[in-house]
């Protein structure tokens, strides 16, 4: 008896067990995707089989400069704070207005290495510099492309301000009018090192048009691409893990070129940025608001799995190298359209080809058949005849000169302008003689003056016959009254001999 119940009960216990972890695993997957709390999890949920998964409180964008694309966009728009990417918007101006003396000095001074953060906050990154310490502009720059140092960044700030003749709060205005300058639409900087709580803000969209502008400079681009730079005898290692195996092993990527990684505040809003050449392409991927990293018991640094935003950079480039690929869709030389040639010699025709090459990106087996090309021709070169077809046909008189701009091609897919050409003649064509000669015959003949000529000529051609007809008139009435007059007097003459003739 005592045996059976306890087996009941061990049944009973099973069956409780069971129907608990059954009850635990629901409401588990109600708290995750918040049907249930109405809060947000941090990993996303399942998305479809064409997309990357990337952390939920992140912002990330994957963008193609050769282009001017984001080919993916997870709340880029959404802001956050603009922490290393300030630095990099700072630095471009730097750069530009010191690009032809690099090799001038700065001495750092003790008012360059105050309020810019404290050495021990992860926010704030140092390399230790110390008043008095004097470096070429360019050594600077290359130590803040590697570290993206506070105070490797401050002196060159100063040194900016100073030549441009303006005060340092102003420095932040002119970095926000920049980033305006080149498209950013929601980039605001009151400040220029990247501090949290600063009132600096930022997108991920932005932050890849800033990236773009980077890429563009190739000194600044190669420098951020070290994995690390010796100033001075002291080594600086990169802060971007995606670029060495050094500080935290696994998270290194092949491929991946410069930028930043960076943090706007000690507790997280982790930040990193690269570009990946593929070919003919190249993608800058921004991952914004990533999470901070964690120390285990050794001390050494990790990242929850699915929080870490260097896979999350892996991921983006994994898929867009996969999904897209880079089309031409017209080189430069290249046929666009044919019109008529007038005057020519040995030809009436003449061939407008592409000035520049036409390139997008596309998806991978993407029909690009619906393709349209626009073209509009210079009216001050190109006009209008009637073929022998009857239609309106564009035409050009010779002589023509070969990489003579006649118009403009505008290559438009799916509604949109993909990119744009001028258009030039493909040959050198002269001017047959011959037929010149006899079209400009012919166009004085048939042209307006000579209408006008002809028309002069045929009323005072008219003039002079009513003129001469008139004359002849007046002859003829004057030789009538004349004869008369004669025969009169003849009358006169013979009466007056009868009467003579008679009294004798």
Not at 67 to 87: I, L
Not at 213 to 233: C, E, M, T, W
Not at 468 to 477: E, H, K, M, W, Y
Request: net charge negative.
């Amino acid at each position: 008896m005592n045996i059976y119940n306890y087996k009941e009960a061990s049944t009973l216990k099973k069956l409780f067990l069971c129907l608990f972890l059954i009850s635990a695993m629901l409401f588990c997957s109600f708290s995750v995707f918040g049907e249930e709390s109405g809060e947000v999890s941090d990993i996303l949920p399942p998305q479809e089989s064409d997309e990357p998964t990337v952390y939920q409180s992140s912002k990330a964008v994957i963008y193609n400069p050769q282009t001017g694309t984001f080919v993916y966009d997870y709340k880029g728009d959404a802001r956050a704070e603009a922490a290393t990417s300030a630095k990099m918007t700072a630095l471009i101006l730097i750069y530009d207005l010191f690009s032809t003396q690099l090799n001038s000095v700065i001495t750092v001074k003790k008012e360059h290495l105050t309020d810019i953060g404290a050495a021990t906050n992860p926010a704030t990154p140092m390399i230790g510099l110390k008043a008095g310490n004097t470096y070429k502009i360019e050594e600077l720059i290359k130590a803040v492309c590697v570290s993206w140092a506070n105070d490797a960044i401050n002196p060159l700030i100063h040194a900016y301000c100073e030549k441009k003749g303006i005060e340092y709060g102003d420095f932040a205005k002119e970095m926000t009018e920049y980033a305006e300058s080149i498209g950013c639409t929601d980039t605001r900087y009151k400040e220029p090192l990247g501090r949290g709580d600063m009132g600096n803000a930022t997108t991920a969209k932005d932050v890849a048009l800033i990236c773009a502008q980077f890429y563009n400079r190739y000194d600044l681009f190669i420098s951020s691409a070290a994995s690390y730079y010796v100033l001075q005898g002291s080594t600086i290692h990169t802060r971007n893990y995606l670029l060495s195996e050094r500080i935290m092993p696994g998270n290194y990527l092949k491929g991946a070129r410069g930028f930043f990684a960076g943090q706007a505040f000690a507790s997280g809003n982790y930040c990193v940025a690269t570009s990946v050449e593929d070919g003919p392409l190249t993608y800058i991927v921004v991952v914004l608001d990533g999470c901070m990293y964690l120390y285990d018991e050794e001390g050494v640094r990790y990242f929850d799995e699915g929080k870490n935003p260097y896979t999350d950079v892996k991921n983006l480039v994994n898929w867009a190298k996969n999904r897209y690929s880079y089309v031409n869709l017209c080189l430069a030389g290249d046929a666009v359209d044919e019109i008529l040639l007038e005057q020519g010699r040995n030809t009436d025709h003449l061939v407008v080809c592409a000035q520049n090459k036409i390139q997008t990106i596309s998806l991978v087996g993407d029909d690009l058949s619906g393709m349209e090309i626009k073209i509009t021709y210079d009216t001050n070169r190109v006009y209008t005849v009637l073929g022998k077809d009857g239609k309106e046909h564009y035409a050009v008189k010779a002589p023509v000169t070969k990489g003579e701009t006649l118009g403009m091609a505008e290559f438009i897919l799916n509604g949109t302008v993909i990119g744009s050409t001028p258009l030039l003649a493909a040959d050198n064509v002269d001017t047959d003689t011959v037929i010149k000669f006899f079209e400009t015959v012919e166009s004085m003949l048939f042209s307006q003056t000579a209408k006008t000529i002809l028309t002069v000529v045929a009323v005072l051609v008219g003039l002079y016959f009513l003129y001469c007809l008139a004359a002849f008139t007046v002859r003829v009435v004057k030789k009538v009254k004349k004869d008369v007059a004669d025969t009169k007097n003849e009358q006169k003459l013979k009466e007056l001999k009868a009467r003579r003739e008679n009294k004798e």
